[in-house]
Every structure is written in structure tokens, then in C-alpha cells.
Nanobody
């Protein structure tokens, strides 16, 4: 059983920064690609960023490209999302997930384990 636990969310002013962490249980973390998704109130879940098993390939939604950076530390079984230049439209619950299938990185249906989410609120 894999458990994913997000942390690092909070309230920040526009233009500020936050760093999210996703701690994974189990021995297989380094074998899987991982991703971040978010869901704002009244909106569908959307892809934010993904990273392959080694960290050598990274993918971003256009809306966060240049502002967010995804990374991972396989020795610590942890993935990160550094969020800079935050905007009010970044307000959402952020989820980390493990990509269990081989489909498109942006497709949430390709992810088999999800964390409980952490709230990020950006005030204007």
C-alpha cells in the first residue's frame, strides 16, 4: 500500500512563494513518475506538473510554466513543488499522485495513488 502525504500549503499574498512537499511511503517511489494536480472550488481537477522517475524529465501546465518547479529526492521518498510569483488564480487544493500507468502525464486517470491534498490560498 502506498501512502502520499502533502504538506506546505497555506495562505500567501500574490507574488509570494510556497514550497509543497509530498512524502511517499513504500520502497518503490523511485520507480514511478509522479505528478501534482490542483482543484479550485467549482472547477475540475487540472494538471500542474509531472516528473519522471529519475527527475530528468519534467512537464508543466502552460499556466504555471516559468513560475513553478517540480523536483524529487528519491533518497528521501519525497517530491516537491516550488511555487513562485503566485497569483490568486493559483488558489486550489493541491494533490500529489503516483503515475501507475503509461498514458499521458497530464491525464489524472493514469495516476493510481493520491494524497489527501493541501490547501493553497493566494490573496490579492
Amino acid at each position: 500500500q502506498v501512502q502520499l502525504v502533502e504538506s506546505g500549503g497555506g495562505l500567501v499574498q500574490a507574488g509570494g512563494s510556497l514550497r509543497l512537499s509530498c512524502a511517499a511511503s513504500g520502497r518503490t517511489f523511485s520507480s514511478y513518475a509522479m505528478g501534482w494536480f490542483r482543484q479550485a472550488p467549482g472547477k475540475e481537477r487540472e494538471f500542474v506538473a509531472a516528473i519522471n522517475w529519475s527527475g530528468g524529465s519534467r512537464y508543466y501546465a502552460d499556466s504555471v510554466k516559468g513560475r513553478f518547479t517540480i523536483s524529487r529526492d528519491n533518497a528521501k521518498n519525497t517530491m516537491y513543488l516550488q511555487m513562485n510569483s503566485l497569483k490568486p488564480e493559483d488558489t486550489a487544493v493541491y494533490y500529489c499522485a503516483r503515475r501507475g500507468a503509461m498514458g499521458a502525464m497530464i491525464n489524472g486517470n493514469e495516476y493510481d495513488y493520491w494524497g489527501q491534498g493541501t490547501q493553497v490560498t493566494v490573496s490579492s
